[in-house]
T-cell receptor
Framework: GQQVMQIPQYQHVQEGEDFTTYCNSSTTLSNIQWYKQRPGGHPVFLIQLVKSGEVKKQKRLTFQFGEAKKNSSLHITATQTTDVGTYFCAGSGRGSTLGRLYFGRGTQLTVWP | DGGITQSPKYLFRKEGQNVTLSCEQNLNHDAMYWYRQDPGQGLRLIYYSQIVNDFQKGDIAEGYSVSREKKESFPLTVTSAQKNPTAFYLC?????????????FGQGTRLTVV
């Protein structure tokens, strides 16, 4: 079945350092989404990428979707303590599984002040 | 207030008992989902439903059951057949339009079976 792999599982950085998490799918995705879950909270939608090669920015966050629509990345520039949490990518199924999201395992980010 | 509500937030049950987790949404979303989250495991799909009176198994459906009698409601029953039910359970809903799925999550129910 479809799988979405995400690395690294954990990342510890000092405040001000950059952070990147990578997502890779075994099949071509219709789109990819990114979510953030704060400690003790629930996942919250950040962004969706749809087009091949698409790049979107939200302040210090940069999201990319690969040309083949099989991989994606989230890059945070100059991390802050408010960036702490687990970041998940999720790909949409196609055809009969269109309504389904396939989540990566997430990358847990810790930021030291 | 529009949103998705899970109740209760914390739930304790004795081993061997069935327990039902509530999930209600007033976002008029067609699709609803149940995920289980364990430390280091990410989000694993239990069941999902794209329309009333229809639902599909996810990756870890064994020991769970659902119903979708109303668009707003998608309760999850954790049965005694589920071997390791202690976990954090998340319900979500979404519109599925043109392949775009933005999932809205409830605050979760933390189930502890003793």
């Amino acid at each position: 079945g479809q799988q979405v792999m995400q690395i690294p599982q954990y990342q510890h950085v000092q405040e001000g350092e950059d952070f990147t998490t990578y997502c890779n799918s075994s099949t071509t995705l219709s789109n990819i989404q990114w979510y953030k879950q704060r400690p003790g909270g629930h996942p919250v939608f950040l962004i969706q990428l749809v087009k091949s090669g698409e790049v979107k920015k939200q302040k210090r966050l940069t999201f990319q979707f690969g040309e083949a629509k099989k991989n994606s990345s989230l890059h945070i520039t100059a991390t802050q303590t408010t960036d702490v949490g687990t970041y998940f990518c999720a790909g949409s199924g196609r055809g009969s599984t269109l309504g389904r999201l396939y989540f990566g395992r997430g990358t847990q980010l810790t930021v030291w002040p | 207030d529009g949103g998705i509500t899970q109740s209760p937030k914390y739930l304790f049950r004795k081993e061997g008992q069935n327990v039902t987790l509530s999930c209600e949404q007033n976002l008029n979303h067609d699709a609803m989902y149940w995920y289980r989250q364990d430390p280091g495991q990410g989000l694993r799909l239990i069941y999902y439903s794209q329309i009333v009176n229809d639902f599909q198994k996810g990756d870890i459906a064994e020991g769970y059951s659902v119903s979708r009698e109303k668009k707003e409601s998608f309760p999850l029953t954790v049965t005694s057949a589920q071997k390791n039910p202690t976990a954090f359970y998340l319900c979500a809903s979404s519109i599925v339009a043109g392949g775009s799925i933005e999932a809205f999550f409830g605050q979760g129910t933390r189930l502890t079976v003793v």
